[in-house]
């Protein structure tokens, strides 16, 4: 069986060690040279900035109209120039990542439909200026994209972020990393119509729930830090280093099988990378010890229900929460080397609206100042 297990390790853990970094490096470099020789001196100015630049760790999971984004929508763009922006995601993210960042995005206009249905079906909230801005306000055409540095030089990096999404890469050398990662669902299940059951994060959840279940009744004491959720995950936009401490179960303690949902977990979220840049960070939590990560969880343990879990360690932070039951966020971080700050020599200062001020940017979005 621990011979099993191990072989199933190697095989998740190990896909995509095949492919060369420079193979990968040189790809995006071309999408990324292709995408702004395409675009106007106008677009390419309102979307490049120094490698420096803070703008690199502002970024958020809500819509645009509550934190406006740095850079330049997708629905300002040409379809040319959109092709070209998918091509940069392909170069970027493994075939996994790309199909849930556009799945994602592709979301927004499912929420549109069902939020303006909601409207037309409630003449009080059509009165409340907010709810309609809202609506207005989803759009797959609504994710931004910003381009740092230059990609013929040796460290230079992009993002596209909008809502339930940011995707933030670095490249140095033949480096790539894809970190910080937001992925966030709403609906989480496609309730009805002709894409009822769709799901753009198919398994977040359940592994993490397959992990929690495979628990005795002693570890999973163990694990459970709260029986509420809490109001979003704790690392998100703006929050990167506050999560100082271990919590839960800690993975020395797992059996072999156990070790081996908690390795499968962690894969699904680190393989939203690029083959190279998910086998480098794969090194790098190996080299910190598979043994050295710590798992919690709060809330429920009905699959249908709230619920929490955080993966831990030196060199991986992975957090899920379930909003509701059919909405969820979740947030991959490396704490060493976000943004590729171990590579570059650059520390940046992530930021992130306060509630007041994201409020006060919806009420302008609706006319409302």
């Known amino acids: 069986m621990l011979r099993t297990i191990l072989t199933i390790a190697v095989l998740l853990l190990g896909a995509g060690a095949w492919t060369p970094a420079n193979a990968d490096a040189t790809a995006l470099r071309a999408a990324a040279t292709s995408f702004l020789a395409d675009l106007s001196g106008a677009q390419r100015e309102a979307l490049s900035f120094p490698l420096k630049d803070n703008a690199r760790a502002t970024w958020s999971n809500l819509p645009i109209a509550m934190a406006p984004p740095a850079g330049v929508l997708l629905a300002e763009l040409s379809d040319s120039q959109r092709h070209l922006v998918h091509k940069m995601l392909q170069a970027s993210l493994s075939s996994q990542g790309y199909a849930k960042s556009t799945a994602i995005m592709w979301l927004d206009d499912i929420l549109r439909i069902s939020e303006k249905a909601n409207l037309e079906n409630s003449p009080e909230a059509r009165k409340n200026p907010v709810a309609v801005a809202m609506a207005d306000n989803r759009s797959s055409g609504n994710y931004a994209i910003a381009m ?201 200062t992530e930021t992130h609206p306060s509630p007041a001020e994201y409020m006060e940017n919806l009420r302008r979005a609706a006319g409302a100042d």
């Open 148 to 348: 740092f540095g230059d990609p013929g030089s040796d460290g230079w990096g992009w993002k596209i972020t909008g809502h339930h999404l940011a995707v933030n890469i670095t490249v140095k050398g033949n480096q790539i990393g894809a970190l910080p990662g937001y992925y966030g669902s709403n609906p989480r299940v496609v309730p009805d119509g002709p894409y009822a059951g769709f799901m753009a994060l198919g398994s977040e959840s359940e592994l993490g729930m397959d992990l929690m279940t495979s628990l005795d009744l002693q570890q999973q004491a163990r694990a459970s830090i709260a029986s509420e959720t809490p109001q979003d995950v704790l690392a998100g936009p703006g929050r990167r280093a506050s999560l100082k401490k271990f919590e839960g179960v800690p993975s020395k303690s797992l059996s072999p099988t156990q070790l081996g949902l908690l390795r499968r977990l962690v894969a699904e979220y680190v393989r939203n990378a690029k083959g190279a840049a998910a086998a480098d960070h794969i090194d790098a939590i190996a080299a910190g010890g598979w043994d050295n990560l710590w798992f919690s969880w709060r809330g429920s343990m009905d699959i249908d229900g709230q619920f929490y879990y955080r993966v831990h360690g030196a060199r991986v932070l992975i957090e899920y929460n379930r909003q509701d039951p059919n909405h969820d966020h979740s947030v991959v971080r490396d704490p060493v080397n976000d943004y590729g700050e171990d590579w570059l020599g650059i520390h940046y």
